[in-house]
């Protein structure tokens, strides 16, 4: 049993995940880079899964429709992706496309990340992927536990 919840998991979890946001977005201002770490992270997904609904894109990067439309329309203002209305059975979906000005800028963004994450843990000897698949497994715990919902 844990004494006090300053020392506990959770609590270190969150402090870290502070700490890191704040060191990505410091990052991308001293890179000079014209998109945010959110808008950074859409442009992955699109990438990764290029057929990607909004909807679905808000629920795999926890965030509400709202937020994920605020950074799609950045994007697409920036003329990085291109929102397009595709017929898909009885219903209209709008398709969000990476331009290839958007895969110029991604791909440098993507190859200096690693750079980054390696400064940023320098002396941590540790399987990277099995702290992942454990982060992994704690947040679903919590989000099927709790029933969270990112709207």
Do not use: W
Request: hydrophobic share 35%.
């Amino acid at each position: 049993m844990v004494e006090h919840y300053t020392k506990s998991l959770p609590y270190e979890l969150e402090l870290t995940s502070r700490a890191l946001h704040e060191a990505t977005k410091s990052y991308f201002e001293q890179s000079n880079f014209p998109i945010t770490p959110d808008e950074f992270i859409v442009l992955d997904c699109l990438y990764l899964k290029p057929d990607i609904i909004q909807i679905d894109l808000a629920k795999m990067i926890l965030k509400g429709r709202a937020h994920t439309g605020r950074f799609l329309k950045s994007l697409e203002e920036k003329e990085l992706i291109v929102r397009k209305p595709v017929r898909q059975a009885s219903r209209t979906i709008t398709k969000n496309i990476i331009t290839p000005k958007g895969l110029e800028l991604y791909n440098k963004i993507r190859s200096q990340i690693d750079k980054y994450i390696e400064e940023t843990n320098p002396n941590i000897n540790i399987q990277v992927n099995d702290i992942i698949n454990l982060l992994q497994a704690i947040r679903k715990n919590c989000v099927e536990k709790f029933n969270i919902k990112f709207d």
